[in-house]
């Protein structure tokens, strides 16, 4: 019994070997008919909504924009006070920050001015209604 081995060529085939053989590795076989995606270039900053989801683009990384950004943005610590714009080191720069936006020492300054116009006493049970 004689065995014969029969392959058919399709001309995909053919068409990838030609490309291979030119060294035309990426080129497709055959042609596609049907849906294309669009292409949409988006800038630094710019946000758009896709698949549900909004992204921007930071640092040229495109990111999703979270719930969570917000809340992470107001709990996280700034490395120098934004009115005197001193380092915050201690631990009462970061409570008072939280409570404040300022460091410790511009708290006291804030404080002591209150004290001189005799206005603390008003900004104390404020406070401590918020």
């Known amino acids: 019994m004689e065995s014969k081995l029969i ?23 055959r042609s596609q ?10 800038v630094e900053g710019q946000i758009w909504e896709e698949e549900g989801k909004q992204w921007t683009i930071k640092d040229g990384i495109k990111q999703t924009i979270t719930k969570l950004d917000i809340v992470r943005k107001q709990a ?12 915050m080191k201690n631990k009462l720069d970061k409570n008072m ?5 300022k460091c410790f020492d511009c708290v006291i300054k804030y404080e002591t001015e209150l004290k001189f116009k005799n206005k603390f006493e008003e900004y104390k049970i404020n406070i401590n209604k918020q």
Request: proline share 6%; hydrophobic share 25%.
């Open 7 to 29: 392959k058919d060529w399709k001309g995909s085939d053919v068409q990838r070997m030609r490309n291979i053989i030119r060294k035309q590795y990426n080129d497709s076989t």
């Open 33 to 42: 008919i049907g849906y294309r995606k669009k292409k949409e270039d988006h």
């Open 76 to 87: 996280s610590l700034p490395i120098l006070c934004p009115c005197c714009k001193n380092p």
């Open 97 to 101: 920050f939280f409570i404040h936006a």
